[in-house]
């Protein structure tokens, strides 16, 4: 008799406690339930903050906040892209308005004027064909980083003569600097590097980088390259000693359509998107690629490739 009031006592803790548990489940999961639905509602850094010693609500938890964490990051990255649609739409319109309005100023000219000479209607219409040239490279930089960023354009890595590309460049371009009385100064290696890359895309980086160099280097008198073989990886660098960059935007200069202010002049203007489409091709082959700047004594373009 005492046995079976024992049992049945236990029976009842028992009972008890699977019901207590039950019910701090219940107000468990009322509590996610409520901490998702204010996050739902837009709170800004909203987590699940429940202490409990159930190993499995602890694990739901951890899941559930990881969960909030990327969906909170993917909406910071979805106003970000917002923000930067806009500028960049603000910025397309300033740079084809810029050119657009030079050529049609310069055919009214031509067709107001029933005095121009020979001479004088032809430099018209070479500066027509330059401002020409200049919107079709800004549309073809536009449509290649589209099709970039969209995955539409698969670059095929093989093995390739880093060293020899890097000349080929230099000498392509030697003429030009040392005609602007600039020196250059070359490091290559004894023994050629190798590396993983697509050869025309990587003429492509180096092209914009000697050209950045030439133009926004105007001020200095040098123009420097270097390879250098680090362990799994090879390094190229391209830099000049003229005015450089200021020190709050180095980190913006590889955005789409960024250029610094100093250079919205006729000269300088660029479509902002040179160093944007360098920057997603030395990424698609495996590499990266920084800017670090002193002005008047060196502003380095660095990147790599892997072997």
């Known amino acids: ?27 468990h999961i009322r509590q996610i339930a409520k901490s998702i639905g204010n996050y739902s509602q837009d709170s800004v850094h909203s987590r699940v903050r429940l202490v409990t010693n159930d190993p499995n609500c602890r694990q739901l938890i951890e899941n559930i906040n ?19 649609m806009g500028k960049m739409l603000s910025n397309v319109s300033h740079d084809l308005r810029t050119p657009m309005t030079i050529i049609l100023g310069y055919i009214n000219a031509l067709t ?4 121009l000479n020979s ?10 064909e330059n401002k020409m040239k200049e919107l079709i490279d800004m549309m073809n930089d536009f449509f290649s980083l589209s099709k970039l960023e969209s995955g539409d354009v ?16 230099i000498l392509a371009y030697h003429d030009i600097i040392t005609g602007l009385e600039r020196k250059v100064d070359i490091r290559l290696p004894e023994e050629d590097c190798y590396a993983l890359t697509n050869r025309e895309a990587l003429n ?15 001020d200095g008198d040098t123009i420097g390259f270097a390879v250098t073989d680090e362990n799994d990886k090879v390094y190229i660098e391209i830099w000049d000693n003229g ?15 960024y250029t610094l202010e100093e250079s919205r002049s006729r000269d300088l203007e660029g479509s902002g998107l040179g160093l944007a489409i360098v920057k997603v091709l030395v990424e698609k082959m495996g590499g990266e690629i920084e800017a670090q700047s002193l002005p008047y004594e060196k502003t380095c373009f660095r990147f790599y490739l892997r072997k």
């Open 66 to 84: 990881h969960l909030l964490g990327e969906h909170e990051n993917y909406r910071i990255r979805e106003a970000e892209t917002r923000d930067e």
């Open 154 to 169: 698969q670059i095929k890595l093989s093995k390739h003569n880093v060293s020899e590309v890097v000349r080929e460049n």
């Open 1 to 27: 008799m005492y046995m079976l009031s024992g049992l049945c006592i236990v029976l009842l803790l028992i009972l008890i406690y699977v019901l207590l548990q039950l019910r701090f489940k219940n107000q």
């Open 119 to 128: 001479d004088q209607a032809k430099t018209y219409l070479i500066k027509v």
């Open 204 to 218: 492509r980086i180096l092209s914009n980088l000697i050209s950045n160099a030439i133009k926004y280097g105007a």
């Open 243 to 257: 005015r450089g960059i200021p020190h709050t935007q180095v980190t913006r200069i590889f955005q789409r359509l």
């Open 112 to 115: 107001a004027n029933t005095n």
